[in-house]
């Protein structure tokens, strides 16, 4: 059984920085994605960040390039998104998924718990 377990989330200032984990466990795909989403109040969920398996330079989404990055510890299946430079816009639930596949069009299969962000002004 596929878990992802999101952690890390909190109470900031703008400005401040937060690393996300997400711990992945039951999975063994020969090829996978596995990345970032948030939903903010009233706001459909967004893509913010993901990562395929086969190295290819990661996604991030317009509104935070520069100040997320996205890494991951083999490992330890972790998967992290460090966060600075936070803004209240970035105010959201954190969701990880992971997908069995690296092809781009494919839906999100596996979803973890989410964990709050809350960036004050």
């Known amino acids: 059984e596929v878990q992802l377990q999101a952690s890390g989330g909190g109470l900031v200032q703008a400005g401040g920085s937060l690393r996300l984990s997400c711990a992945a466990s039951?999975?063994?795909?020969?090829?996978?994605?596995i990345g970032w989403f948030r939903q903010a109040p009233g706001k459909e969920r967004e893509g913010v960040s993901y990562?395929?398996?086969?190295?290819?330079?990661?996604y991030y989404a317009d509104s935070v390039k520069g100040r997320f990055t996205i890494s991951s510890d083999n490992a330890k299946n972790i998967v992290y998104l460090l966060m600075n430079d936070l803004k209240p816009e970035d105010t959201a639930i954190y969701y990880c998924?992971?997908?069995?596949?690296?092809?781009?069009?494919?839906?999100?299969?596996?979803w973890g718990q989410g964990t709050l962000v809350t960036v004050s002004s």
């Open positions: 990562m395929n398996s086969n190295g290819d330079s990661p």
């Open positions: 039951g999975f063994t795909f020969p090829d996978y994605a």
């Open positions: 998924a992971t997908r069995p596949t690296i092809r781009p069009s494919s839906s999100w299969t596996y």
